[in-house]
């Protein structure tokens, strides 16, 4: 059967390190109660014929394994999640990389670096190429809150306070980032936003030196961490606070 391949959307060329495979996991049980998410870690991944490999990770997508964001890159996605029916994440990131599905929600079970199981719901994203081929595919991670956890007091936040988390985007740009984020062509965004494809790799180009970012999938991901959608929704939406009045 031909496996789909992403080209690399890393911003520099990884080659796949020998790594001791993680320990095999059990299938996480059918009625396991879902705990309360308490955060969202963010990753890019890419093909090889044989697994999914992690290009960058933010340090909440690797600490649950007991690695940094540097050593989790060059595992292999697979290794670290797994779920309940065998291949099924590897036939979801098929159909995601053929195009026949722009994202998709597994629930998954993963081994903490004590050795014990941790449920988690991943979701991932498909980001199309210039070429509106798919060019790589942006991974989140709702990871459960700590049973002993005691959420501390949260200030209000404020327009500034956003402000600061992350850049204000015009309405426009806020539209392209959406666009971006569904895995949508720069041919698609230009005819759906009535706009030349020139301006709209004009647009993502701002939005990429803006954003510190070297493609499209690493400009997604930055906004997910930065938290600039909204939580759960799809298609995704810029929050207003990110957008200039």
């Not at 599905?101 to 498909?126: C, N």
């Not at 939005?207 to 961490?225: E, G, I, K, Y």
Request: glycine residues 8%; aromatic residues 6%; charged residues 20%.
């Amino acid at each position: 059967m031909a496996t789909t391949s992403f080209p690399d959307a890393s911003p520099r060329k990884h080659h796949r390190k020998a790594r001791p495979a993680p320990p095999a996991l059990p299938a996480p049980l059918g009625n396991t109660p879902r705990p309360p998410s308490a955060s969202r870690a963010v990753c890019t991944v890419r093909s090889f014929p044989d697994n999914l490999v992690i290009t960058a990770a933010e340090p909440e997508f690797a600490r649950p394994f007991g690695l940094s964001s540097g050593e989790i890159c060059g595992y292999g996605l697979l290794d670290l999640l797994h779920s309940a029916v065998p291949d099924r994440l590897r036939e979801q990131f098929v159909a995601l990389a053929s195009g026949r599905q722009p994202r998709f929600t597994e629930r998954v079970t993963g081994k903490d670096s004590a050795g014990a199981l941790f449920h988690a719901d991943m979701t991932a994203i498909a980001v199309r190429g210039l070429a509106g081929g798919t060019s790589g595919a942006v991974v989140l991670l709702h990871l459960p809150a700590p049973a002993a956890a005691v959420p501390a007091a949260t200030p209000p936040v404020t327009r500034s306070a956003v402000a600061h988390a992350g850049p204000l985007l015009s309405a426009l740009d806020a539209q392209v980032l959406e666009g971006v984020a569904r895995g949508e062509s720069t041919v698609q965004l230009a005819s759906r936003l009535y706009l030349s494809r020139q301006g709209i790799e004009y647009r993502i180009g701002q939005m990429l030196r803006r954003f510190d970012t070297p493609n499209r999938p690493a400009l997604v991901s930055r906004a997910h961490a930065l938290g600039m959608f909204a939580a759960g929704q799809w298609p995704p939406r810029v929050l207003p606070e990110h957008v200039k009045p």
